[in-house]
């Protein structure tokens, strides 16, 4: 049974920086694809940064170059470093795992085969 929980949410001025951490147990960590996605209050979900079990990574355009994807396998710890913050950056963020890596990315939320944290709140005000 994956799970997930994320921490490191906070409020932030425009143009700072935070660090998102996803803590993960219950599977064979360095098995699976993980990610981040956020989702804005009256917006759907979308996908922000991705890290298959390889190590390429895949960001939305809107996050490249400011946002960074990385884990720790001794940790078992997922992140999300994030600089030069923009008031549209502002949602809940969410991990999540597959051990598949279009199923992890795929903005369907009824594919099966992937694993939620509960979420994090990003406020950039």
């Known amino acids: 049974h994956v799970q997930l929980v994320e921490s490191g949410g906070d409020l932030v001025q425009p143009g700072g920086s935070l660090r998102l951490s996803c803590a993960a147990s219950?599977?064979?960590?360095?098995?699976?694809?993980m990610g981040w996605f956020r989702q804005a209050p009256g917006k759907e979900r979308e996908g922000v940064a991705f890290?298959?079990?390889?190590?390429?990574?895949e960001y939305a355009e809107s996050v490249k170059g400011r946002f960074t994807v990385s884990r720790d396998i001794s940790t078992r710890t997922l992140y999300l470093n994030m600089d030069n913050l923009k008031p549209e950056d502002s949602a809940t963020y969410y991990c999540?795992?597959?051990?598949?890596?279009?199923?992890?990315?795929?903005?369907?939320?009824?594919?099966?085969?992937?694993?939620w944290g509960q979420g994090t709140q990003v406020t950039v005000s």
């Open positions: 890290l298959s079990r390889d190590g390429p990574t």
């Open positions: 999540a795992a597959s051990l598949s890596w279009n199923v992890l990315r795929t903005p369907s939320n009824s594919v099966r085969g992937r694993s």
């Open positions: 219950g599977y064979t960590y360095s098995s699976y694809c």
